[in-house]
Structures are given as structure tokens and as C-alpha cells.
T-cell receptor, first 113, second 116 residues
Framework: KQEVTQIPAALSVPEGENLVLNCSFT??????LQWFRQDPGKGLTSLLL?????REQTSGRLNASLDKSSGRSTLYIAASQPGDSATYLC????????????FGKGTKLSVKP | GAGVSQSPRYKVAKRGQDVALRCDPI?????LFWYQQALGQGPEFLTY????????KSGLPSDRFFAERPEGSVSTLKIQRTQQEDSAVYLC??????????????FGEGSRLTVL
């Protein structure tokens, strides 16, 4: 049974720091891995999706890597800003249905000005 | 509409009451998903529709939960005889691709249900 774990559960950093969020999964047979952002009281916004054949994806200050063999993904945020404060969740598809996602519990990030 | 719309945004119900939560997906999106997110947890899959067909309801926690999408657009999630453990945010997501292929999912802001 696939399980997704995110460490740390919460993280507080001063503005301008580079930081790494971690995601691990128990079954390496995944189609892709996706990182989402969730602001308080809001829905989820997709940040980056890495296909199983890819090693990383970049969007602006965000870089996500994927190591299937070790069951790990990291989300790197460069030069963090207070506006980056949110909960970040990673998710992998359950079996063949790519919309049926298994989520981690998320990492709550706070960037202090 | 421009995005996925859910209503009501907040619902307080007494234990034992029935509730109905509505999701308006992005126009033309064939796939619609319902998720349940308890406080401090990640979302948990409930059910999936492709057009009007409910293709996967494996995540519905009990027979008190029922979802429909009769015309392949708006969907309603109904919870009968609500219990305190049903308190959560219910998220709806839609996709223009069957099964949400390629991970293209657009989420609504959710309906927060509190059962007293």
C-alpha cells in the first residue's frame, strides 16, 4: 500500500533563505509526483509535476527533484519570500488513475520578513 | 466559470442531519473528483466521475456518503445522518482530461463542514 510522508511538518525561516521540503513514498512504481500549495482556507494549486521518467522540474524559484529508486522527492525554494508562506503537499497517483491522488500531510512553511 | 466553484463554503450541521455540498466544475471538464481533508491532514480521495458516470467510489467512507453528477456537469456530495467524524473540508477538483491524466487538476476552495 502506497504511503506518502512529508518532513518536516512545519518549518519557519527568515526571508531570503533557500530551503528544502522533503517527500517520501513507499512504492516506487509511480506515474508521476506532484507538488501542491495550499493557502489557509483555500483549495490546492499545482506547482510542479514530475513524470516518472524525469529527474527534476523547475518553475521560477521552485525546483522539484524525483528519485524513484529511493522513493524520495524534494522541493527546493530559492530566496524565500513571505508570500511563500503556505502548506506544501506532495502527491502521487493511486494506481492508473492519475486524478486519484495519495497525499502527504504537508509541510507548513512560514517565511518571516 | 473561471474556476471550480463550491457551495456552501461553510456548513454547520447538527449530528444526524443530512447535508448536500455542491461543486460547479470548470465548463467542459469531463473529470470530477471529490476529496475529504480533515484538519491537519492531506486530502483523501472519495470518488471520481467521468461525465455523468461514477467510475470510482472506492474512497467513500460509508454508505451514508453519496455523490451524483446527473448531467455530467454540476456534482453534489450528500452525507446522510452526519456524524462528528464527518467534520472536514470537502474539496472538488475537475480536469479536462479523462481520469485527470497528466495530473491536470483544478481544485475548488472547498466546503468546510462542522458537525456538532
Amino acid at each position: 500500500k502506497q504511503e506518502v510522508t512529508q518532513i518536516p511538518a512545519a518549518l519557519s525561516v527568515p526571508e531570503g533563505e533557500n530551503l528544502v521540503l522533503n517527500c517520501s513514498f513507499t512504492d516506487s512504481a509511480i506515474y508521476n509526483l506532484q507538488w501542491f500549495r495550499q493557502d489557509p482556507g483555500k483549495g490546492l494549486t499545482s506547482l510542479l509535476l514530475i513524470q516518472s521518467s524525469q529527474r527534476e522540474q523547475t518553475s521560477g524559484r521552485l525546483n522539484a527533484s524525483l528519485d524513484k529508486s529511493s522513493g524520495r522527492s524534494t522541493l527546493y525554494i530559492a530566496a524565500s519570500q513571505p508570500g511563500d508562506s503556505a502548506t506544501y503537499l506532495c502527491a502521487v497517483p493511486r494506481g492508473g488513475s492519475q486524478g486519484n491522488l495519495i497525499f502527504g500531510k504537508g509541510t507548513k512553511l512560514s517565511v518571516k520578513p | 466559470g473561471a474556476g471550480v466553484s463550491q457551495s456552501p463554503r461553510y456548513k454547520v450541521a447538527k449530528r444526524g442531519q443530512d447535508v448536500a455540498l455542491r461543486c460547479d466544475p470548470i465548463s467542459g471538464h469531463v473529470s470530477l473528483f471529490w476529496y475529504q481533508q480533515a484538519l491537519g491532514q492531506g486530502p483523501e480521495f472519495l470518488t471520481y466521475f467521468q461525465n455523468e458516470a461514477q467510475l470510482d467510489k472506492s474512497g467513500l467512507p460509508s454508505d451514508r456518503f453519496f455523490a451524483e453528477r446527473p448531467e455530467g456537469s454540476v456534482s453534489t456530495l450528500k452525507i446522510q445522518r452526519t456524524q462528528q467524524e464527518d467534520s472536514a473540508v470537502y474539496l472538488c477538483a475537475s480536469s479536462s482530461l479523462a481520469g485527470g491524466a497528466s495530473g491536470e487538476l483544478f481544485f475548488g476552495e472547498g466546503s468546510r463542514l462542522t458537525v456538532l
